[in-house]
């Protein structure tokens, strides 16, 4: 199986574990490591469904019961921790850890430099440098974003990628995409990423009268779910989302940026109404 360091969905992660233990033990099942663990065997197989978390107190003791060592067993603990986040600031700390612990380097953005959030094309342009050869067609680089910018943007944006490490020049003088995740810091819910939010969503809206159906897919669904169901609803739309990334990160020749949007949100609430009718 490939290394822990490579998941970002401790479920998922706990179902190739099982396999790939069954391959190299004679002697195991859901209910022998349940036993191991002191745990439900019914609840262990549940929690590898996706249907209920694992609870924290099994963590260190799921890490002993696979022989993870100290690094895996520290990037496994974060795993849960962030499959377990409650909030998107949760999930970011958890997620930088994580990445500390795979040795990929983290930004951090000090307050002048959400600029980067401000505008939809300085994530596309990043995105197309990472998929194609840029040295300085400034125009063609306009004109390849869907709306087209300015040259004059198409060059804002890449002096500021450029100050913010996001992109380096080659002696060649082409320019590529460094290995480095941005985060907000503790101000994830700001104004400017907020901005961003409201910016492709526009974009989306746009959408449908910019590009053919056969290169966009908009639908819509209205549906009614209990509130405390939302938690689980909202851990569906990450592993959906974390499966679309993976999906990308895994493909070859890439020639398209997409933007991939997921809106969830209440058009009625009912509870004072059923309570009057009572």
């Known amino acids: 199986m490939k290394p822990i360091f490579e998941y ?34 019914g609840n262990l197989l549940r929690i590898s469904q996706g249907k209920i978390h694992l609870a924290v107190n099994f963590i260190k003791p799921m890490a002993e019961f696979f022989e993870l060592d100290e690094k895996e067993a520290a990037y496994w603990s974060e795993l849960v921790y962030f499959g377990r986040a409650k909030s998107d600031q949760e999930a970011l700390n958890h997620y930088e850890k994580m990445q500390a612990l795979k040795g990929i380097p983290l930004k951090r953005l000090a307050k002048k430099e959400l600029e980067f959030y401000r505008h939809w094309y300085y994530n596309a342009i990043r995105s197309v440098i990472g998929i194609c050869n840029f040295k300085d067609d400034y125009e063609g680089l306009a004109e390849s974003c869907t709306p087209a910018i300015t040259v004059e943007q198409a060059k804002d944006a890449i002096k500021l990628l450029h100050d913010l490490n996001m992109i380096s020049e080659g002696k060649d003088g082409y320019w590529k995409v460094n290995d480095t995740f941005v985060s907000t810091g503790g101000n994830w819910r700001s104004e400017a990423v907020r901005t961003f939010q409201k910016e492709t969503i ?74 009057k009718s009572k």
């Open 202 to 275: 526009r974009l989306a809206g746009e959408s449908l009268e910019r590009h053919a159906p056969p290169l966009r897919d908009i639908s819509t669904v209205t549906m009614t779910f209990n509130m405390n169901d939302i938690q689980l609803i909202r851990e569906k739309i990450k592993e959906f989302r974390s499966d679309l990334l993976r999906l990308s990160q895994d493909g070859t020749g890439d020639d398209t940026v997409f933007q991939l949007n997921v809106q969830l949100f209440p058009l009625a609430f009912t509870k004072k109404l059923q309570e």
């Open 8 to 41: 970002t969905d401790y479920r998922e992660w706990i179902r190739d574990a099982f396999e790939d233990f069954k391959k190299r033990k004679t002697v195991i099942s859901w209910r022998y490591m349940a036993m191991k663990l002191g745990a439900d065997p």
